[in-house]
Every structure is written in structure tokens, then in C-alpha cells.
């Protein structure tokens, strides 16, 4: 009787032991740690051309911290529909105030910021889900030249500057880092 309780509280003990220890093995194995987050993030940006942007923007999001590269490609695709939405805003604004000489530049660029918006970033977002990164980059680059060509419009006297530049920089950046993925 005596040996029949010593051998059940032997399992009991070894069963407390086993579920103390299971947890945090699992843990440290399983789940990257918030460095290991952050050293993904930075190794991520590092290999695309604009370190800053990237961190940055991947940093604003708190869903960066659990996420894989193609996680991070998806957040940058986000930041990327956000920036398109600035720049087809402010055309908006603009087409109000009727800038003299600037009209057929700006109705040919809000057709340029609305297919970022109807094609490219949707084209982006399906690659990613669909694992198929290299449609995802085209869409990237097909928004970052874009941008580019709105800015061409003006002849170097652009009131939306600041807007295509910063939709041309934040689309090399996935670009580079959907790439990473392939």
C-alpha cells in the first residue's frame, strides 16, 4: 500500500515537472522573442534601399512584432495604399483651388494615384496572400513608376512632391522586400 502511494506521488510529481517545464520550452523554442522580432525587422530593412522608411514604418505597426518577412511586406503594402490615398487626396484639394497650368497634370495624375489604388496595391495584397512574391513586387514597382511619371507631369514644378516621393519611396522599399521573398 505504502509503495503503491509512493509510486503516485512520484507521477504526480514527475506530471507537475513535466507540465512546469513543457510551457517554457515551448515558449523560447516556439515563439521568437521581442529581440528576435525587432533583429528581423532591422535585417529586413537593411536589405532593402531605404533603412529609415522601412523601420519606421514597420515600427508604427504593433503587428510588425509577430510578423513573418511576408507579414512585414503586407504591413508595407498597407503603408503603401495609405500614402496613394495622401497623394490622390491632396489632387483632390488642388483640383478645388484651379492651379493655373496645372490642371491636365493633375486629372493625369489622379488616374495615375487611382491605379495604385485599383490595380497595384490589390495585385500586391493577392501575390502576398497567394505566395506568389513576384506579381507582389511587380505591383510595387508598377506604383513606385507611377509616382514617378506623376511627378514628370509638372516639369519640375510640382505641388505634390512630397506626396510622389514619398509614394515612390515607400514602393521600392516593399518591392525589396517582397524580393527577399522569392
Known amino acids: 500500500m505504502t509503495s503503491l502511494k509512493s509510486l503516485t506521488l512520484f507521477l504526480f510529481l514527475q506530471a507537475i515537472f513535466l507540465l512546469i517545464s513543457i510551457p517554457t520550452t515551448f ?30 514604418s514597420l515600427k508604427e505597426n504593433s503587428a510588425s512584432s509577430v510578423a513573418d518577412v511576408t507579414g512585414l511586406a503586407q504591413i508595407m503594402v498597407k503603408v503603401m ?32 494615384y487611382r491605379a495604385i489604388l485599383v490595380a497595384d496595391i490589390p495585385q500586391a495584397v493577392e501575390a502576398l496572400e497567394k505566395g506568389d512574391p513576384k506579381f507582389a513586387e511587380d505591383g510595387a514597382n508598377d506604383a513606385a ?3 514617378s511619371y506623376c511627378e514628370s507631369e509638372f516639369n519640375g514644378k510640382s505641388p505634390l512632391t512630397k506626396e510622389n516621393n514619398d ?11 517582397v524580393r527577399q521573398l522569392l
Do not use: W
Not at 27 to 56: A, G, W
Not at 167 to 177: E, K, R
Open 27 to 56: 515558449s523560447r523554442s516556439t515563439f521568437p522573442s521581442k529581440d528576435e522580432k525587432l533583429s528581423l525587422i532591422e535585417n529586413t530593412c537593411k536589405k532593402t534601399p531605404n533603412y529609415n522608411i522601412c523601420f519606421q
Open 167 to 177: 509614394m515612390h519611396d515607400v514602393s521600392v522599399v516593399t518591392a525589396a522586400m
Open 81 to 112: 495604399k495609405a500614402k496613394a490615398n495622401d497623394g490622390l487626396n491632396k489632387i483632390h484639394r488642388l483640383e478645388r483651388v484651379r492651379i493655373i497650368g496645372a490642371r491636365k497634370a493633375l486629372s493625369s495624375c489622379g488616374d495615375k
Open 145 to 147: 513608376n507611377e509616382a
